[in-house]
C-alpha cells in the first residue's frame, strides 16, 4: 500500500462527462451534480467542455451553455470544495483562463500531449500568477516510454506545476504500464503525482489502485463512469474500494453513491458500458473522445466505427485531430 493514506478524489463528470452527453449540460444540471459532489464532500470538481476552456466549436463539439454561465452556476454552489477547469493550450488561452479565475475557479490543469509538455509554460506560470493551484496534465501517456514521461513530467514541475498527472487518454495502458510510468515519475518528482483512467479496456479501477499503490495521491473519477469512450473510473465504486483498502479520502461514500444514482444518471444519453467501439479505441490505443466523432463519420460514410478506429491507431493521431476523423473514414469509403 502507498505511504500516503490519504487520496485526493477528482471528479469529472462536469468535464470529462460533458463529452458523453455531448456538451449539453445546462446551468440547472450543473447546479445539481456540483452542490451534490460537494456535500458528499469531494475536494476537486472539474468543469469544463470536455477538451477544455474554449472547447466548443465545431470541431469539437458545441456546448448548449456557455462555460462562463456553467462556471458561476458551479462556483455559486460549492461551499467546501475547489472548482478546477481544464485547459488545453492552442484550444483555450490565457484570457479564458482569467475568466475562469475571475468566476471561481481555483485550480487549472494544463493538458497536453505526453511529448509536448514544454507548451504549457506560459499557462501554468499565469495560473501560479494570479494564484491558482495549476496541475500539469500529460494525456495520452501510453504513446511514449516511461523515460520520455519523466522528462516530459520534470518539465512541468519546472514550470511550477504543484502536482503532475498521468492521463491514460485512450483507455489502452495494461497494469504494468501504469505501474512503469507512474512509480517512474513518482521518484523523479518533488511534487504530488496523480492518474486519470478510462474504461476502455475496463481496466479503470484496477488502473487506479495500481496507480496508487506506485505512489499516486490524485486519483480522476466521475459518477456512473460518465465520460468520453467507455467512460473514466467509476468514482462512487472507486470510494467504495478505496475504503474497504483502508485509505481515506474524504468523501462520504453514502451521498457519492446518490449523487450518481439520483442526480447523474437520470441525465444521461446511454448507460456507460463497453461496446465493440469504445473497446476498439482501447485496443487501437486511441483518444476516447474520438468515440462519438467515429460513430457520426461511420454512419455517413455507411462503415463499420472499428475499422476507422484501426487505422486512426495506425496513424498515431492524438486529441486536437478530431477533423481527421472525416477524412479517414472519406478514404476508407473509397477503398
Known amino acids: 500500500m502507498s505511504k500516503a493514506k490519504f487520496i485526493n478524489l477528482v471528479d469529472t463528470t462536469l468535464r470529462d462527462g460533458s463529452h458523453a452527453v455531448s456538451h449539453q449540460y445546462t446551468v440547472e444540471q450543473v447546479k445539481a451534480i456540483a452542490s451534490g459532489l460537494d456535500e458528499a464532500g469531494v475536494q476537486y470538481i472539474e468543469l469544463s467542455h470536455g477538451d477544455g476552456l474554449a472547447g466548443s466549436s465545431y470541431n469539437y463539439g458545441w456546448s448548449a451553455t456557455s462555460e462562463e454561465e456553467l462556471i458561476k452556476a458551479a462556483s455559486s454552489v460549492i461551499k467546501k470544495g475547489k472548482l478546477v477547469v481544464l485547459l488545453i493550450p492552442g484550444i483555450g488561452t490565457i484570457e479564458d483562463l482569467k475568466m475562469a479565475a475571475d468566476c471561481g475557479v481555483k485550480v487549472v490543469r494544463v493538458a497536453t500531449h505526453v511529448t509536448e509538455a514544454d507548451i504549457s509554460e506560459q499557462h501554468i506560470g499565469m495560473a501560479k500568477k494570479i494564484g491558482m493551484m495549476a496541475i500539469g496534465f500529460l494525456m495520452m501517456t501510453h504513446m511514449a516510454l516511461p523515460e520520455k514521461v519523466v522528462e516530459q513530467a520534470k518539465l512541468l514541475e519546472s514550470y511550477g506545476a504543484d502536482c503532475v498527472y498521468i492521463a491514460d487518454s485512450a483507455g489502452a495502458l495494461l497494469p504494468e504500464g501504469v505501474s512503469e510510468r507512474v512509480s517512474a515519475v513518482v521518484e523523479a518528482l518533488k511534487v504530488p503525482v496523480g492518474f486519470h483512467a478510462h474504461n476502455n479496456l475496463t481496466l479503470a479501477t484496477a488502473n487506479s489502485l495500481v ?34 483498502k483502508g485509505y481515506e479520502t474524504g468523501v462520504d461514500f453514502y451521498k457519492i453513491m446518490d449523487v450518481a444514482e439520483d442526480i447523474v444518471e437520470p441525465i444521461m444519453n446511454r448507460p456507460q458500458v463497453v461496446r465493440n467501439a469504445s473497446m476498439m479505441l482501447g485496443y487501437s490505443g486511441v483518444y476516447s473522445s474520438f468515440l462519438l466523432h467515429t460513430y457520426r463519420a461511420a454512419e455517413r460514410f455507411n462503415l463499420d466505427p472499428r475499422k476507422i478506429l484501426v487505422e486512426l491507431g495506425r496513424r498515431r493521431m492524438v486529441g486536437g485531430q478530431e477533423d481527421m476523423i472525416v477524412d479517414v473514414a472519406y478514404q476508407l469509403s473509397r477503398k
Open 211 to 244: 496507480a496508487i499503490e506506485a505512489g499516486a495521491t490524485f486519483i480522476d473519477g466521475t459518477c456512473r463512469g460518465l465520460g468520453a469512450g467507455a467512460g473514466n473510473t467509476q468514482i462512487e465504486v472507486l470510494t467504495g474500494v478505496l475504503e474497504k
